[in-house]
């Protein structure tokens, strides 16, 4: 009876042993396929992220002509988009300043052909001009240029460069520039024309605000200045002859434009700009585009060559959306200057 017992206790042992042992060996297989899940599933999931970046991280050469309100403002457009466009951890910037000088634009664009940057980014006429001069096969996209055809030397513009290069464009209706004289200004006769001799853009806009002044009756002369050391003198003579001045979205007068309102103000002479950060300087209204804005489809247009395939040759150049009348409260105040209803009301920080 006893054996029994003993015989049956010992198959009840071992039944229960089998089956902890088959329960163990069955978590353990349960547990190494949840793993194996795990593993595909963060592989797929690796996978995926391969694909939307492609495992690239794109260099970017950014050349920015000299440091002012609306240059930086169109600099840091295209970096905050284009972040946003690729990933941060996607693009890596290199960005350069030439403080003002065409020959160190030269310089930053043939490093930036050195180091293979997968693009160039050129902001303002000259940074454009030396990239396009450092490379033709690496894409140049450019903002803060007024006019690309007379940056480039090209005829017969039709919104294409026909080359590795494309961007935004920074020019407002001049005529409606023009305009803001007799809207502010009427009892004005004379206009001074204020820009730096040295800057194709700057000139490209006072041939054509010219025009559009004498048709609506103004009498215009031209004052030039070759960089900020003879300003002052200049925009002196300017204030002395003039009822009135006006300057274009000129690089030197934006990094000069206290020292000129230090001028034009104590002389009473009103100033119309031609962007809004040399209007904060200096200047008592505008009509101008954002740059910010401008920066930002930029760097879409650099997307799109980088991860689109498109041809920056066959890019038309693109511009702003409506630019906005802005007058600078403080000022047209201190001049005594009645502003119309459509003009939005800023003053200098």
Request: proline share 3%.
């Amino acid at each position: 009876m006893k054996l029994k017992r003993f015989t049956a206790l010992l198959a009840a042992g071992a039944f229960a042993a089998m089956t902890l042992l088959s329960g163990c060996t069955q978590a353990k297989e349960e547990s190494a396929s949840s793993a194996a899940s795990a593993e595909k599933t963060a592989e797929k999931s690796e996978d995926k992220t391969a694909e939307s970046t492609d495992g690239k991280v794109y260099k970017i050469g950014l050349c920015q002509l000299v440091q002012h309100e609306a240059l930086d403002a169109a600099t840091l457009g295209f970096e905050d988009k284009l972040r946003e466009l690729l990933g941060s951890e996607n693009v890596e910037f290199d960005l350069q300043n030439a403080a003002g000088d065409s020959a160190t634009c030269a310089t930053i664009a043939n490093q930036f052909v050195s180091d293979g940057d997968d693009l160039i980014f050129a902001n303002a006429t000259p940074a454009l001009q030396a990239a396009a001069a450092a490379t033709s096969d690496i894409p140049i996209v450019g903002t803060s240029i007024t006019d690309y055809a007379t940056a480039l030397d090209i005829d017969n513009w039709n919104g294409t460069t026909g080359r590795n290069i494309t961007g935004t464009c920074d020019l407002a209706p001049l005529d409606k520039q023009a305009e803001m004289f007799k809207e502010l200004l009427p009892d004005a006769k004379k206009i001074g024309l204020l820009y730096c001799s040295s800057e194709a853009n700057s000139k490209y806009q006072i041939d054509n605000i010219k025009e559009e002044l004498t048709k609506l009756g103004f009498e215009t002369t031209e004052y030039t200045f070759a960089d900020s050391n003879d300003i002052a003198a200049v925009v002196q003579t300017a204030c002395d002859e003039s009822d009135a001045l006006y300057i274009p979205t000129d690089n030197t007068a934006a990094s000069n434009a206290e020292l000129i309102a230090n001028v034009a103000m104590p002389a009473k002479t009103p100033i119309i700009a031609g962007e809004e950060g040399i209007c904060n300087g200096c200047g008592i209204a505008t009509l101008s585009i954002s740059y910010y804005s401008i920066g930002e489809e930029a760097a879409q247009m650099a997307y799109e060559i980088l991860k689109n395939g498109e041809k920056p040759e066959e890019m038309k150049v693109r511009y702003s959306e409506v630019p906005v009348k802005k007058y600078i409260k403080s000022r047209v105040e201190e001049l005594g200057i009645k502003v119309p209803d459509d003009y939005e009301e800023t003053d200098v920080q």
